[in-house]
């Protein structure tokens, strides 16, 4: 039944009723979910030790930057040229055979990334990483197919603290498992964990991957209508009711990309997620190069294991900050207010880098200021992350149909990719060019940053609100 301004009240009622949430399948598919953080943040404690080791800079640590920000963004370039495809492939095949390829592809990459000893090897793992794996777009079409609009926003706030816990999780195994030999010489005695001191950690991540793609063959369930039993589809439409979509024919298929990339509605969210990840990729590669590079130089001198233990801190943190607030937030202000409270907390995160520098070169060490405007940096990103949630709500809610629903997650995806793999390249480089040349001080970085997030800010105000109801 078409929905306009004359329309009873009575199905507004109905509207305000929420829908439980499919706990089993939301439980394995965020289980799977949390192979990608695990398996792309392990890198993050060791990366600009690695790179300095391997000797491809020739001894100048100034230029760490550029190689660790080539490292962590191939990821993302090469998933921005592939994840479109395998999201839009998901909509004929399935979400489930997609999202095996991917894990499976996963794991392969992450094993060789341990077994690396030349700077090619690493960017052919990451690059496989990438090229395989369109399983971000992909389960968040799984997401909007196993909910409904009243329930939709609160199953989408979990998303962010998957990632929060893997954000714990990995930088703790990845900053305290390097060098084995070194730490446990009676368990890791031979020469191959001399030879290859990163593949420890490297083999807990493509280990948990490998399990992830034995649990989503086992036990998860097809989301896509088209490719579900018949006797399932027969069940649901008892149990629903009036509440199943009779979709015209015309409508059963996807929409045509160039459709969906001229439509204003459906690009404004995608706009907001590619800055959104732009900004917040950026600043994840730029924290551990600032915590890592030496306090001549201008940063804070910190070793492996204690960035590590800071963004494991912060990523228990950040879940129990999720958890507890963010759904809350949505329910009590709604989508857009949330969303758009949400990016101003990146202006406290550009600030206190500077500010960080100066006292530090004014006290010759990390002393409790330093950890003061530490612990405010970490506590601003968390309010960033809520506005994660928020994000895929919207990205969703403007898909023309549920048959595009993977195609528009893969165009979200290939965007924010595309801004992913610019922003830790981008951002550490800049880093790095400021810091070598004295830029402002060592600061153009956080000026470019602030061009970034001013736009950001912009487009975040003309995002429309959002109504619910269970179409």
Same mark, same amino acid.
């Given at each position: 039944m078409a929905i306009d301004e004359s329309t009873p009240l009575l199905e507004n009622s109905k509207a305000e009723t929420k829908t439980p949430l499919p706990k089993t399948q939301l439980g394995l598919i965020l289980f799977v979910l949390f192979s990608q953080?695990?398996?792309?943040?392990?890198?993050?404690?060791?990366?600009n030790q690695l790179i300095r080791e391997l000797d491809v800079t020739g001894g100048d640590d100034r230029k760490i930057g550029y190689y660790a920000g080539v490292i962590e963004s191939l990821f993302f370039v090469t998933q921005a040229m592939t994840v479109l495809y395998w999201s839009r492939l998901s909509d004929y095949v399935g979400r489930k055979p997609i999202l095996l390829v991917g894990l499976a592809g996963l794991s392969l990459s992450?094993?060789?990334?341990?077994?690396?000893?030349?700077?090619?090897a690493l960017v052919a793992s990451?690059?496989?990483?990438? +090229?395989?794996?369109?399983n971000v777009g992909v389960m968040k079409s799984v997401i909007g197919e196993i909910t409904d609009t009243t329930n939709m926003a609160q199953a989408f706030a979990l998303v962010p603290i998957i990632f929060s816990v893997g954000a714990s999780i990995a930088p703790l195994f990845g900053g305290g498992l390097v060098k084995p030999h070194d730490q446990w010489p009676e368990l890791f005695s031979g020469s191959f964990w001399v030879q290859y001191p990163y593949c420890l950690p490297s083999l807990v991540s493509a280990s948990f991957t490998a399990f992830s793609f034995l649990i989503t063959a086992l036990f998860l369930k097809e989301s896509l209508p088209s490719k579900r039993c018949g006797k399932e589809l027969q069940l649901e439409i008892g149990s629903a009711g009036a509440q199943v979509d009779t979709t015209s024919d015309e409508d059963a298929s996807p929409v045509p990309i160039r459709t969906l990339l001229k439509t204003y509605s459906v690009m404004?969210?995608? +706009?907001?997620?590619g800055l959104l990840g732009l900004l917040d990729n950026g600043f994840f590669a730029l924290v551990p190069?600032?915590?890592a590079t030496p306090i001549e130089i201008g940063g804070l001198g910190l070793p492996p294991f204690t960035i590590g233990a800071i963004m494991t801190t912060y990523g228990i943190g950040n879940g129990l900050f999720q958890m507890l607030f963010t759904a809350r937030a949505i329910e009590r202000f709604g989508e857009r207010r949330v969303f758009c409270s949400a990016v101003l907390a990146f202006f406290p995160i550009v600030a206190t880098f500077p500010i960080m520098s100066w006292i530090i070169r004014v006290q010759k060490g990390v002393g409790p200021a330093t950890w003061v405007l530490i612990i405010a940096q970490l506590l601003s990103w968390a309010v960033i992350d809520s506005a994660y949630g928020v994000i895929f709500v919207f990205v969703t809610r403007a898909s023309p149909n549920k048959y595009s629903l993977g195609t528009m997650n893969g165009l979200g995806q290939t965007t924010t990719s595309l801004a992913r793999a610019m922003g830790p390249a981008t951002f550490t480089s800049l880093f790095a060019f400021s810091k070598e040349y004295n830029l402002l001080g060592g600061n153009f970085v956080y000026v470019v940053l602030l061009n970034f997030l001013f736009l950001l800010v912009f487009l975040s105000r003309r995002l429309p609100e959002l109504k619910k109801d269970r179409r």
């Amino acid at each position: 039944m078409a929905i306009d301004e004359s329309t009873p009240l009575l199905e507004n009622s109905k509207a305000e009723t929420k829908t439980p949430l499919p706990k089993t399948q939301l439980g394995l598919i965020l289980f799977v979910l949390f192979s990608q953080p695990i398996s792309a943040q392990y890198i993050f404690p060791f990366i600009n030790q690695l790179i300095r080791e391997l000797d491809v800079t020739g001894g100048d640590d100034r230029k760490i930057g550029y190689y660790a920000g080539v490292i962590e963004s191939l990821f993302f370039v090469t998933q921005a040229m592939t994840v479109l495809y395998w999201s839009r492939l998901s909509d004929y095949v399935g979400r489930k055979p997609i999202l095996l390829v991917g894990l499976a592809g996963l794991s392969l990459s992450n094993l060789c990334f341990g077994l690396s000893r030349e700077f090619w090897a690493l960017v052919a793992s990451r690059c496989i990483a990438g +090229a395989l794996n369109g399983n971000v777009g992909v389960m968040k079409s799984v997401i909007g197919e196993i909910t409904d609009t009243t329930n939709m926003a609160q199953a989408f706030a979990l998303v962010p603290i998957i990632f929060s816990v893997g954000a714990s999780i990995a930088p703790l195994f990845g900053g305290g498992l390097v060098k084995p030999h070194d730490q446990w010489p009676e368990l890791f005695s031979g020469s191959f964990w001399v030879q290859y001191p990163y593949c420890l950690p490297s083999l807990v991540s493509a280990s948990f991957t490998a399990f992830s793609f034995l649990i989503t063959a086992l036990f998860l369930k097809e989301s896509l209508p088209s490719k579900r039993c018949g006797k399932e589809l027969q069940l649901e439409i008892g149990s629903a009711g009036a509440q199943v979509d009779t979709t015209s024919d015309e409508d059963a298929s996807p929409v045509p990309i160039r459709t969906l990339l001229k439509t204003y509605s459906v690009m404004l969210p995608i +706009a907001n997620y590619g800055l959104l990840g732009l900004l917040d990729n950026g600043f994840f590669a730029l924290v551990p190069l600032f915590y890592a590079t030496p306090i001549e130089i201008g940063g804070l001198g910190l070793p492996p294991f204690t960035i590590g233990a800071i963004m494991t801190t912060y990523g228990i943190g950040n879940g129990l900050f999720q958890m507890l607030f963010t759904a809350r937030a949505i329910e009590r202000f709604g989508e857009r207010r949330v969303f758009c409270s949400a990016v101003l907390a990146f202006f406290p995160i550009v600030a206190t880098f500077p500010i960080m520098s100066w006292i530090i070169r004014v006290q010759k060490g990390v002393g409790p200021a330093t950890w003061v405007l530490i612990i405010a940096q970490l506590l601003s990103w968390a309010v960033i992350d809520s506005a994660y949630g928020v994000i895929f709500v919207f990205v969703t809610r403007a898909s023309p149909n549920k048959y595009s629903l993977g195609t528009m997650n893969g165009l979200g995806q290939t965007t924010t990719s595309l801004a992913r793999a610019m922003g830790p390249a981008t951002f550490t480089s800049l880093f790095a060019f400021s810091k070598e040349y004295n830029l402002l001080g060592g600061n153009f970085v956080y000026v470019v940053l602030l061009n970034f997030l001013f736009l950001l800010v912009f487009l975040s105000r003309r995002l429309p609100e959002l109504k619910k109801d269970r179409r």
